[in-house]
Structure formats: C-alpha cells, structure tokens
C-alpha cells in the first residue's frame, strides 16, 4: 500500500547517497582556509567550536590563532589565570563562553588526566558544551555520526525539504531528524563541515545563489521559502585589557610636573552595547 503524499517524512525525495556525495566534493573544492580545519586535535577544535558559537568565522580566525599560541594545551589553560584567559578572549565578546572553556579545562585536568571525553554525550557534560558543540568535536575528531544543527544547517534543511522553521520544539525535532538522517556515516564531521560551509556562504538568509548551489538538485523550494526571521540581537563590542593602573600625583614645587607611577595590575573591562 503506498504511503499518502502527507504522511511522507520531510526527507523522501532526498537521495541521501547523491546528496552526500554532491556536498562532500563541493566543500573539498571550496572549503575556506580556516586555521582549525588543520588539525583534528580535541582540544583545538574544542577551542574552535567555543569561539564560533556567536562570532562569524572571520573573526574568529586571528583570535583562533593568538589564543592557541598562548594555551596550546588543555593543560595550559587549565593552569592560566582567569583574568589572563579573558584578556585573551578580547574581541570575540560574550565572555562567559571563556569562563566555561577555563572551567572545563580545570576539570579536565583534575578529573579526567587532562584527556577531553570522546563521545558527544559525554562532552555534553562539561560547562558550556551543549548539542552543537559537543556534536562539532565528537563529529569532527572520533567520526561519530552524530549532525550538527545550528542556524545555518537548519535553514539549509528547512529550504532542502520546505520544513517550516519555527521557535516550536516540534518543527526543531523534525529538522533535526532529517539533518540525522543525512549525516554521512564515514566522513561525519567533513559532512557536518560542509553543511555548515553551505549555509554560511551559498544558502544565506536572503536571495541564495541557487544557480551556485551544489545541491540544488535536491531542493524543493530553490531559496523561495520563507525561513523565520532572525532573533533580535543586542550587539556587544566587549573587550578585555591586561590593565596597567596607573596613578598620576601631581608634585608641588617649581612648575607643574607629573610622575607616572605604577599602582597595579588588574583587568579593565570596557563593555560598550550597540
Ligand atoms: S538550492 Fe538554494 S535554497 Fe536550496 S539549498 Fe541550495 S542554496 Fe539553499
């Protein structure tokens, strides 16, 4: 007996294994050069992942790199002061992503010999790793095929399959669905990466490149499908200072002379809302 037209899942049409493949060679061709994407160290796609949560992967890239400069272990940043990891965190705002990595990293360490969990469930455990992430790294480091669903993969699954997107927990279940059963079983975290590349920079909020789009094939609303609109943001511009205090007196006497004198040291923290 055949399945009526409206009780097909969302995913019936797509052809999984051409889809797969189609993507996977796209992303080869086209990946952007990103600093994490040379390595499948735990700890550096961990960092990675914490810092792309709320900040576009440009800017992530040159903090990427100073910070693993400076803590280029688990370790390393388990043993630095706060106040030094925030200063480090300067320019990517949101600091309560680099209090939870810190917090993570002295637990690591103390608890688990300085080895991060393997599995996505396990990593969910620690402070500040939730679905997207812990799926990131265990995805991308230990190949377990577990699908990464944030922004941008949910629009690229709702625009694949017409899905609505929505705040309700049922439309997100069901995109999740579908991004689970499309993930691919021996490249999962390539998978997971070229998903996120395609939402990033072909399947944009508004007017997609279809033309451009390497699964277009499979697409059954070709960009014409309204996706929700974006939650307000308040944007920060946080930064962080290793802050010299320095304290001026001004000295009696022939003319007005100033002498700089170094009171303390401490962290400055200059939050400006836009
Ligand atoms: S065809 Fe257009 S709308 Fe569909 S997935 Fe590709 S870019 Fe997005």
């Known amino acids: 007996m055949k399945t009526p037209a409206a009780e097909m899942p969302a995913s019936a049409h797509l052809d999984r294994v051409k889809l797969r493949a189609e993507l996977l060679k796209w992303y080869m061709q086209h ?11 735990a700890y550096c796609v961990w960092v990675s992942e914490i810092m792309l949560q709320q900040t576009r992967a440009s800017v ?97 699954i709702a625009r694949l399959t017409g899905l609505e997107v929505d705040k309700k927990s049922k439309s997100k279940r069901a995109i999740e669905a579908v ?21 990033a920079t072909v399947c944009v909020p508004r007017n997609p490149p279809c033309r451009n789009c390497p699964i277009a094939s499979h697409c059954v609303t070709r960009g014409e499908h309204k996706t929700a609109p974006r939650a307000a943001m308040t944007s920060m511009d946080v930064s962080y200072a290793l802050a010299t205090r320095l304290r001026y007196e001004l000295k009696k006497g022939k003319g007005k002379r100033w002498r700089r004198r170094i009171a303390a040291g401490g962290a400055a923290d200059t939050t400006r809302g836009r």
């Open 31 to 41: 990946k952007r050069d990103l600093p994490w994407r040379d390595t499948n160290d």
């Open 179 to 199: 991004a689970q059963e499309l993930v691919e079983r021996r490249e999962p975290g390539d998978f997971n990466q070229a998903m996120m590349e395609l939402g």
């Open 60 to 156: 992530v890239a040159d903090h990427y790199r100073v910070f693993i400069q400076r803590f280029p272990t688990v370790k390393a940043l388990a043993e630095a002061h706060e106040q030094e990891v925030l200063a480090r965190w300067s320019g990517l705002g949101y600091y309560n992503r680099a209090r939870n990595l810190h917090k993570a990293a002295k637990f690591i360490v103390a608890e688990l010999k300085g080895v991060l969990p393997k599995s996505a469930a396990e990593l969910r455990r620690l402070p500040g790793i939730g679905s997207y992430t812990s799926a990131a790294i265990a995805s991308i480091v230990h190949n377990e095929p577990v699908a990464v669903v944030d922004g941008n993969v949910e629009r690229v």
